[in-house]
């Protein structure tokens, strides 16, 4: 390790990725220092189950990250050093009620909304996607900007001239009224508003109604693109991009501190070792881990130290994997050649189970994500087998009790609790694909505490790096800088928030390369 580079980033999530890159393509020589043994953060691959197949242990979609400009700025180079995807151009998602009932979604809007029963839901639904596909760049750059600078007001006036009032009406909205007002069906509902999970929200929280087609306009016209072998093929190609550029790197090593001197961050120290930075520091953390740990206490100011002690993490979630010997045999066969399905009632059922999991309950009804990769790249499962990727993003970190009242909590999230509500979600499952558990060969469970575990910037469990709602988003969430001139703070926590973008990764870069 060089004792001097011009840039330290701290953490190789997707943020820091992308700025070490990004950087160092420029010119600029990088340290990029990881505490885990692995780069990624939050994307890996590994064989968590049995031989031969290969399961993303966290993220796995990477429709954000196509779709962003750390991918324009980077793709090329990405896919030269053997980033590979697959995605579908038929059906995309869907969502399952409890009696069956089944809402689909292709890549073409118009097939979707040719399925709604009320013919004037389909023309509200192409009019909302078609709606923000207009306003979709003026979005992408005000989201791609630093909030809290003069030049952003601008990007802002643009898209309010683009967008009108209707847009502030929406983003003050709650996904549930969003889709009572514009629809007289449910189909939007209940396809969508589970979506809102991913965005760390739940069905009543504001933003629900700016989100629904934020999400929709996605998903048709990026798909769910999965790469291909797993997505640790996407941390191989930053790895190969790295030796060519020259890029440091070091995993194994705890950032420890950063170095301020006469008010400017100047360096960091790691494994007992000081690195100096001739001109940037980027630490990719949570604003807690920010001030409390890595900062001298008197190099903070006193308000800014207060919002970060006050920053607020939001639910947790698990992942559970499982290993089949064969694809489910869903209820309705359609559902076989679907990448991501929902398993809920819409803002009914998810609602209720975002309320109990908020309120420390392990949900009666979860929400469940069916992840099935194998239906995009059959690599990763042996010949004729299937994989599910299930995940749960309604979960309290500490389970206060059971909204079943079957489970016994008392003692957290031992391995016993983690099977046992293991089993309720492959139940659930179950119930649409009868003979489901005749064909399990392997089960292994991520629980919250496991999250946390390998990712500090998880705190309680939380994927998205601190609560996703409108209080803690855009103006209100912190970054990229703020605290002491010379450091810049990426990732989840910080604007643009979580997901695999790398947003602020590419924001911080770019304003560096100025
Ligand atoms: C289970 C799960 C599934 C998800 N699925 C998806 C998905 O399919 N698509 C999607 O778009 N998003 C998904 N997300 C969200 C997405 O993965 C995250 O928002 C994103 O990966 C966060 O990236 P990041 O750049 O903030 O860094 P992170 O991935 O959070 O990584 C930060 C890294 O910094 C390191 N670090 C922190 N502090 C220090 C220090 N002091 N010294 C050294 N290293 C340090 C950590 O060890 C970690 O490796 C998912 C998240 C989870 C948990």
């Known amino acids: 390790m060089s004792d001097q580079v011009d840039v330290v980033v701290i953490g190789s999530g997707i943020n820091g990725l992308v700025a070490a890159a990004e950087l160092a393509k420029a010119g600029w020589s990088v340290a990029l220092l990881e505490r885990n043994d692995l780069l990624g953060g939050f994307i890996a691959t590994e064989e968590r189950t049995l031989p031969g197949y290969l399961h993303d242990t966290y993220s796995s979609w990477h429709p954000l990250f196509v779709s962003g400009p750390a991918y324009a700025a980077l793709g090329e180079d990405l896919h030269r050093h053997g980033l590979e995807y697959r995605n579908t151009d038929y059906l995309v998602t869907a969502s399952v009620a ?3 009932r089944t809402t689909l979604a292709y890549r073409d809007p118009e097939r979707t909304a040719g399925l709604f029963a009320d013919s004037r839901d389909g023309e509200a639904y192409l009019a909302a996607v078609n709606g923000f596909l207009k306003i979709a760049e003026p979005f992408g ?3 791609g900007s630093e909030l809290r600078s003069p030049s952003t007001i601008l990007k ?11 847009l502030l009406r929406d983003t003050v909205t709650s996904g549930r009224a969003y889709c009572r007002r514009e629809f007289h069906g449910d189909e939007v509902d209940h396809l969508w508003s589970p979506w809102l999970l991913h965005a760390g929200l739940s069905p009543d929280h504001a933003a629900g109604g700016l989100m629904i087609p934020v999400l929709a306009a996605t998903m048709h016209g990026f798909g769910l693109p999965v790469v291909a072998g797993g997505s640790t093929g996407l941390i191989e190609a930053f790895g190969k991009l790295f030796a060519e550029l020259g890029v440091q790197v070091h995993t194994g090593t705890h950032v420890e501190r950063v170095v301020v001197e006469g008010g400017r961050a100047v360096g960091v120290v790691a494994a007992g070792r000081r690195i100096k930075a001739r001109r940037a520091v980027l630490a990719s953390c949570t604003p807690t881990a920010l001030v409390r740990d890595l900062l001298p206490r008197d190099a903070v100011e006193a308000r800014f130290a207060e919002r970060a002690e006050r920053f607020r993490y939001g639910r947790a979630a698990m992942q559970i994997h499982v290993a089949l010997s064969e694809p489910p045999a869903w209820s309705d066969a359609l559902l076989g050649r679907i990448p991501l399905i929902h398993l809920s009632d819409g803002s009914g059922s998810t609602g209720i189970a975002c309320a109990q999991a908020e309120a420390g309950l392990l949900p ?3 929400t469940v994500v069916v992840g099935q990769q194998h239906v995009l790249d059959p690599s990763r499962v042996p010949r004729g087998a299937a994989a599910l ?4 993003q309604e979960v309290p970190f500490a389970p206060a009790g059971d909204a079943a009242g079957e489970l016994d909590t008392s003692n957290g999230w031992t391995r016993e609790l983690a099977d046992a509500y293991a089993t309720r979600v492959l139940d659930r499952v179950a119930a649409h694909a009868p003979g489901l558990a005749a064909t399990i060969r392997a089960v292994d469970v991520v629980t919250p505490v496991d999250l946390a575990a390998h990712n500090v910037n998880a705190v309680h469990g939380d994927p998205y790096g601190g609560a996703g709602e409108l209080d803690q988003s855009f103006l209100w969430r912190p970054g990229p800088r703020g605290t002491v001139p010379g450091l810049w703070h990426i990732g989840a926590s910080t604007h643009p928030g979580p997901g695999l973008g790398g947003a602020s990764g590419h924001l911080v870069a770019q304003r560096l390369l100025g």
Not at 156 to 166: C, E, S, T, V
């Open 98 to 100: 409890d009696d069956g």
């Open 141 to 143: 750059a005000l989201l």
């Open 156 to 166: 802002g006036l643009k898209l309010a001239r683009a967008a009108g009032i209707g």
């Open 364 to 366: 009666a009804k979860p």
């Open 389 to 392: 990727w299930l995940q749960l």
